[in-house]
């Protein structure tokens, strides 16, 4: 099915859209455990890709970088952007997601008072918490 905005020429056709569901894992390569609260789903507009999310980490004392992977496409650009809407951690407004050329997106503290790693969060300041958010990013 083509969908057509502003018009009915090629020009105007919407041919590549998509929604689904998808499951966040660990993208730090520490093996850290999640359990995803709600399901993960995405959309995906031509080669713009929006990703939602809740989960809660594990307990872990891990110190590296926090990461959600398994994106359901691969990042093809070095930086997609997200929100953490809503988060148990001490410091839920400076909480957001960067989405890494690496296909995983990384939680950062953009307020730097407590994160230990500058600004990307490590496994043991997530340790136990939840987060839920979403980021947007390009495919290839």
Same mark, same amino acid.
């Given at each position: 099915?083509?969908?057509?905005?502003?018009?009915?020429?090629?020009?105007?056709? =919407?041919?590549?859209?998509?929604?689904?569901?998808?499951?966040?894992?660990?993208?730090?390569?520490?093996?850290?455990?999640?359990?995803?609260?709600?399901?993960?789903?995405?959309?995906?507009?031509g080669? =713009?890709?929006?990703?939602?999310?809740?989960?809660?980490?594990?307990?872990?004392?891990?110190?590296?970088?926090?990461a959600?992977?398994? =994106?359901?496409?691969?990042?093809?650009?070095?930086?997609?952007?997200?929100?953490v809407?809503?988060?148990?951690?001490?410091?839920?407004?400076?909480?957001?997601?960067?989405?890494?050329?690496?296909?995983?997106?990384?939680?950062?503290?953009?307020?730097?008072?407590?994160?230990?790693?500058?600004?990307?969060?490590?496994?043991?300041?997530?340790?136990?918490?939840?987060v839920?958010?979403?980021?947007?990013?390009?495919?290839?």
């Open positions: 099915m083509s969908i057509f905005l502003g018009g009915t020429g090629s020009a105007n056709e =919407l041919d590549d859209y998509e929604e689904g569901t998808w499951t966040p894992s660990d993208g730090s390569g520490a093996s850290v455990s999640f359990t995803n609260n709600d399901t993960a789903t995405y959309t995906k507009i080669r =713009l890709v929006h990703v939602q999310f809740s989960l809660t980490y594990a307990s872990t004392s891990n110190s590296n970088s926090a959600i992977g398994s =994106l359901p496409f691969s990042s093809g650009v070095n930086y997609g952007s997200g929100v809407g809503w988060t148990t951690r001490d410091n839920p407004s400076g909480v957001v997601c960067h989405v890494g050329s690496n296909s995983v997106i990384y939680l950062m503290d953009n307020t730097g008072a407590s994160s230990t790693a500058g600004k990307h969060l490590l496994n043991s300041e997530m340790s136990g918490l939840k839920i958010g979403n980021a947007t990013y390009y495919t290839s």
